[in-house]
């Protein structure tokens, strides 16, 4: 004798959305609980990355830092990130310059960089932030493609440092490098920051 069939009690449409509600929130729940142990378990730091996703609180204490950061070392040496706001020659736009303490000259590219002679010394004239300056040639160097570059010494101000730096000239090159010239015996390099100096007046 054959059975009859038995059909399974159909589910409805609304039945199956509320099913899948549940689902989500469950999901939800638990992605919110991994995202809460991985923000407890960050550690405070400077990275931008971190700070950035962080927790308010985090990034908070992350600003806090950032302001009590020692700009002086127990010596009186300058304490220098990998970048600095710097005053160069009389302008008034500030620059940011690259610290870079395994370079041994520090560089600035000008434009429309031109030799001449005036009493029978090697000048330069060249505009800078929208200005021409001239200046006598101290030395010559050579740029690694053997270019002969002129060497100047320029005004710069770098939070309360206020010095004639030795720059090459780079003809239509941008910015600014501060080599170990600039930093032997006033200051050290802590490249893990940025902008640790005051900007200068």
Do not use: C
């Not at 302001?67 to 304490?79: F, P």
């Not at 960089?113 to 300056?133: C, M, P, S, T």
């Not at 720059?167 to 170990?180: A, C, F, H, T």
Request: aromatic share 6%.
């Amino acid at each position: 004798m054959t059975k009859p069939l038995a059909f399974a009690p159909m589910v409805t449409a609304a039945e199956m959305q509320a099913a899948a509600k549940a689902q989500t929130a469950t999901a939800e729940k638990k992605a919110s609980k991994i995202k809460k142990q991985a923000v407890v378990n960050t550690d405070v730091t400077t990275d931008k990355i971190t700070a950035s996703t962080a927790s308010a609180k985090l990034a908070a204490v992350d600003h806090k830092q950032k302001a009590t950061t020692k700009k002086t070392t127990k010596d009186g040496m300058l304490i220098l990130g990998h970048h600095e706001w710097v005053l160069i020659l009389s302008g008034t736009k500030y620059i940011s310059a690259y610290i870079d303490p395994k370079s041994a000259t520090s560089r600035i590219g000008v434009k429309d960089l031109v030799e001449f002679e005036r009493d029978g010394d090697n000048w330069v004239k060249f505009h800078f932030q929208a200005k021409e300056y001239k200046y006598p040639v101290k030395s010559w160097s050579k740029s690694e493609d053997k270019k002969r570059l002129p060497v100047v010494s320029l005004r710069t101000k770098l939070g309360d440092r206020n010095d004639e730096v030795v720059y090459q000239l780079i003809n239509g090159g941008n910015g600014v490098v501060l080599g170990e010239n600039f930093m032997r015996d006033i200051a050290i390099q802590n490249n893990q920051r940025k902008y640790i100096q005051p900007r200068a007046k």
